[in-house]
């Protein structure tokens, strides 16, 4: 699916491709190799999952299932459509507890059902760049290319929850590889070329171990 510049800076990653389609040949288990949670656990040690929340009525939450997260190191991704503070969001936002507001009243919507997931779908197709995705949508679905963007499903700290994880506001530069966008679970509601992409990552505030929920500070953004 890549064009052939493209190609030829990844003949590495091309080449475990091929051998996994071999092995899968081989073997007819695909489904067991590669999967996205090994392919994290494999590459930063810890992988993570969304799963009933271990507070009482909190609905889902997000594990570390397997591995340490180390401090500092980058847990989850926050996905979602990204809004200017002046773009409308009246109809998607009726409900919807998965509005991420940043500083600069940049605002994600991060949710996975209904409107909002209508709204990035359409937004996703329309950015296309020939061949190549300028996001990732799979997070829409269930089978996830990016495993780390389950960011909005991360619960509020409580009184006997401390935060063990920040958000993290960035703007992915303009020279990021156009290729790998494809894995970055955010698009921009208007097509506007002159806006960098607004992304936000969740930070591990201390070491959390395998088996700790995730819980963040909803009022609180690291700059
Ligand atoms: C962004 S969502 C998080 C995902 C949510 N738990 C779910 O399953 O959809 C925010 C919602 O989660 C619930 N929630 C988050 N933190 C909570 C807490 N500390 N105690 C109780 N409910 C919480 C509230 O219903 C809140 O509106």
């Known amino acids: 699916m890549l064009p052939d510049p493209v190609k030829s800076k990844y003949q590495d990653l ?73 773009e409308p969001i009246f109809f998607q936002s009726i409900g919807n507890p998965f509005i991420f507001r940043c500083l600069d009243g940049v605002l994600i919507d991060g949710n996975d059902k209904g409107i909002s997931k209508v709204v990035y779908r359409s937004c996703s197709g329309r950015d296309r760049l020939g061949p190549l995705k300028m996001s990732d949508s799979t997070w829409l679905t269930s089978e996830i290319h990016n495993p780390l963007a389950v960011g909005q499903y991360v619960n509020n700290c409580s009184n006997d929850r401390a935060a063990n994880v ?34 936000v990552v969740l930070v591990a505030l201390r070491d959390i171990n395998q088996g700790e929920e995730l819980f963040s500070n909803y009022y609180t953004i690291v700059c």
């Open 166 to 199: 920040c958000y993290q506001e960035l703007d992915v530069p303009a020279v990021f590889p156009v290729e790998l966008k494809q894995y970055l679970p955010n698009i921009t509601y208007s097509h506007d070329k002159q806006s960098l992409l607004r992304c």
């Open 14 to 86: 091309l080449a475990i491709e091929h051998q996994s389609v071999e092995l899968f040949e081989n073997r007819h288990q695909q489904q067991n190799i590669f999967k996205p949670e090994e392919v994290l656990y494999k590459t930063l040690g810890f992988s993570i999952a969304r799963a009933t929340s271990s507070l009482v009525s909190a609905g889902k939450g997000v594990f570390v299932t397997k591995g340490l997260v180390p401090k500092g190191a980058v847990v989850s991704m926050y996905p979602g459509t990204i809004y200017q503070k002046y």
